[in-house]
């Protein structure tokens, strides 16, 4: 309990304890395989570190046993582009709409929830027969796509309704007496003010999409996307250029995250700084 | 000017379609599959319930479901515990808001990594040769290495609550945010004990975080086919790997029928689960 001032109570250092311990526990194996990626030649996939060197990161994009990474990066990139900028415009839509009760927006919203916890193979399945049943061919940029959609639109779409849950109607109100137009509304107040979660809604858009695997399993075509490049690496890679190409991918995803998390620190600062009372006239 | 009807019929229409053709549709093929008929020669489109008698004459379906429920019993309770005291911590015990965000920030950044990648990263920890081997070898605690670590139930669990954890921390932070820190007052003025107002006032306030958070965690665990499968080292299938099997040698219509019998399976524990809490308009209206 939040007592303003004195001792924090016993609780607060068993609790603190049991955070920690679950941080370790989530970033401990993690850090694992990014030391054990910078092995030399002799390296295993076990302790102790057996030299030291990129040697496993070079071998990783040099290596055709290894599979075609540089080619799923390749795809991987596109891919999580095209989704990010569809997840942004369909929540930000949608979420506008969830305001208000219509009709169907219970099915609609159950619809989506129902999207998000199906089991993401199942989907990837029934994609793929009906692409096959129809005849066309499938591939990352159409197939995957949707499919990557089914699993990123019900997240923006919960982040959009806690970005709306905070929004002022107000505002919009002022601006349409002042004679803005519906367009200029959303132009000019809306889009301004939810800017943050359009951010937090692309970072998800983005990193789902990046690393999703069960539904781009039977969707993603002839080629592989790099989720999917992992899984038959674990497969059939017996060597640290597993690890490497974990520390990889991984430290790009934190590039992503941190980028983003900046963004909208930088965002909400500038705003805070901009609502503090003027001091001098 | 577009009458609002039309505007909100506009916004909503792209989710709309969207998951009609990439959720609905594709679920009608399935279910349409199921009832398809195969043979050696390939799938015929036909109308017959053979796929469905087979699946559910198996002894292999019962002792799939059965493995997987245990698996989904299992990760939701560590989860749960786990969840509910990272989240109470950060809300109630963190002073300092901003602390407390990044803290949660600290919780959530794997969330957006690769799960494969944080699955396979337990293998330099749990082996035979492993980290937790060696240094309780090193300690003089064991003399030969624990063989249960890896390759087993427990290095499941340990995957299964190690990348799914989040989902249950991010609604039980949610609803415990809301929860007025005037109640701990009124509590404790009447008298009531640390563990009473935990029980007491926190967890009916947090119900519907808690029925979130467990939708989401056992529909994970009831989907995954490949953390049960490199985890147990392939000694352990689940529902959904059983069907991975099925269709890596084409046996499309057996897998349909497999998935429609999970699916239904699934929406009848999330519909019991979501009659005890109307979540949605927990999510939507009170605000």
């Known amino acids: ?281 | 000017m577009l009458s609002a009807r039309v505007r909100v019929a506009l916004q909503v229409l792209p989710l709309a379609l969207v998951l009609l053709v990439f959720f609905v549709v594709p679920i009608g093929f399935v279910v349409a599959v199921s009832f398809f008929h195969y043979d050696d020669f390939g799938i015929v489109p036909a109308f017959s319930p053979e796929n469905y008698a087979a699946v559910l004459s198996e002894h292999l379906t019962l002792d799939l479901y059965l493995s997987t429920l245990r698996f989904a019993a299992l990760v939701w309770f560590f989860t749960l515990i786990i969840g509910f005291w990272v989240a109470y911590f950060l809300v109630f015990h963190v002073r300092n808001q901003l602390v407390a965000i990044g803290l949660f920030l600290v919780c959530t950044v794997p969330f957006w990594t690769s799960n494969i990648i944080r699955m396979i990263s337990w293998l330099p920890l749990l082996g035979k040769e492993g980290l937790i081997n060696r240094g309780l070898i090193g300690l003089g605690v064991i003399h030969r290495p624990l063989e249960f670590l890896l390759f087993s139930d427990f290095s499941v669990v340990v995957s299964y609550v190690h990348l799914f954890t989040i989902f249950m921390i991010v609604p039980l932070f949610n609803s415990m945010s809301r929860i007025d820190r005037s109640l701990f007052e009124a509590a404790s003025d009447a008298g009531t004990s640390r563990l009473q107002t935990v029980l007491f006032v926190v967890v009916p306030l947090v119900k519907s975080g808690i029925v979130l958070g467990s939708i989401f965690v056992i529909t994970l665990v009831m989907g995954d086919f490949y953390v049960v499968r490199v985890m147990s080292g392939g000694s352990r299938a689940s529902v959904v790997s059983a069907m991975f099997d099925d269709i890596s040698v084409l046996l499309f219509p057996h897998a349909a029928a497999n998935a429609v019998f999970l699916i239904i399976i699934v929406v009848l524990m999330v519909g019991l689960i979501l009659r005890a809490v109307d979540v949605r308009r927990e999510l939507v209206d009170q605000r």
């Open chain 1, 1 to 281: 309990m939040t007592n303003s001032s004195g001792n924090r109570p016993w609780t607060f250092y068993a609790l603190a304890a049991f955070f920690a311990a679950y941080v370790l526990f989530l970033y401990g194996p993690m850090l694992c395989i990014f030391i054990l990626s910078f092995q030399g030649q002799g390296g295993a996939l076990v302790f102790p570190m057996r030299g030291f060197g990129l040697y496993w990161f070079i071998d990783l994009f040099t290596q055709v046993r290894t599979g075609d990474v540089i080619g799923a990066i390749e795809r991987s990139l596109p891919l999580a582009f095209i989704v990010m900028a569809l997840t942004v415009a369909i929540s930000v839509a949608s979420g506008m709409a969830f305001r208000q009760r219509f009709r169907g927006s219970g099915i609609l919203f159950y619809g989506a929830v129902a999207s998000l916890v199906a089991p993401g193979l199942v989907l990837g399945i029934g994609i793929g027969l009906m692409f096959q049943l129809l005849g066309v061919p499938e591939h990352w940029w159409s197939s995957a796509v949707g499919a990557q959609l089914t699993w990123t639109l019900p997240f923006g779409l919960l982040i959009m309704f806690a970005v709306f849950g905070r929004f002022n109607r107000a505002y919009e109100e002022a601006a349409r007496d002042l004679g803005a137009s519906p367009a200029q509304v959303v132009r000019l107040v809306v889009i301004p003010i939810i800017l943050p979660g359009i951010i937090a809604v692309a970072l998800f858009g983005f990193t789902l999409s990046y690393d999703e695997f069960a539904r781009t399993l039977q969707t993603s075509g002839p080629t592989n996307t790099l989720p999917l490049e992992i899984w038959s690496m674990t497969t059939n890679v017996t060597s640290p250029a597993l690890y490497a190409l974990g520390t990889v991918t991984t430290a790009f995803s934190f590039l992503v995250i941190g980028i983003s998390l900046g963004a909208i620190a930088v965002i909400q600062r500038r705003r805070f700084g901009r609502a503090l009372p003027a001091k001098r006239p």
